[in-house]
C-alpha cells in the first residue's frame, strides 16, 4: 500500500524558510512524479511544484516561482520542498502527491496523497 508522509511544517515568521520533505512507502518511488499541493480552509487546492521521476523536469506556480524548489532522492524516497522568503498568504496545509503525468499541474491527476502538513507564516 503506498503512504505518503509529510513532515517540516510549522510556524515561521515572514521572510523565514522551511523545508519540507514527503517520504514514501510502499512504492517504487522513482516510477512516479510527485507533486506539492496546498489549501487553505474555504479554497481550492491549489499546485505549488512538481518533479518528474529522475528530477530534471520541475515546474512551479507562478506564485512560488523563485522562492521554493523542489528536489527529490529517490535512493530515500523522499521528495522535498525548500521554502524561502515565506509571506502570510503561503499559510496552508500542504500536502504531497504521486502520480505519472510529468509536469502535471492539476490535482486531479495524481494517485497518491499524504495527510498533509500545517505551515504558517507571521506577518
Known amino acids: 500500500q503506498v503512504q505518503l508522509v509529510e513532515s517540516g511544517g510549522g510556524l515561521v515568521q515572514a521572510g523565514g524558510s522551511l523545508r519540507l520533505s514527503c517520504a514514501a512507502s510502499g512504492v517504487t518511488f522513482d516510477l512516479y512524479v510527485v507533486g506539492w499541493f496546498r489549501r487553505v480552509p474555504g479554497k481550492e487546492r491549489e499546485f505549488v511544484a512538481t518533479?518528474?521521476?529522475?528530477?530534471?523536469?520541475?515546474a512551479y506556480a507562478d506564485s512560488v516561482k523563485g522562492r521554493f524548489t523542489i528536489s527529490r532522492d529517490n535512493a530515500k524516497n523522499t521528495v522535498y520542498l525548500q521554502m524561502k522568503s515565506l509571506r502570510p498568504e503561503d499559510t496552508a496545509v500542504y500536502y504531497c502527491a504521486a502520480g505519472q503525468i510529468a509536469g502535471q499541474i492539476d490535482y486531479r491527476g495524481y494517485d497518491y496523497w499524504g495527510r498533509g502538513t500545517q505551515v504558517t507564516v507571521s506577518s
Open positions: 518533479i518528474d521521476w529522475g528530477g530534471a523536469r520541475t
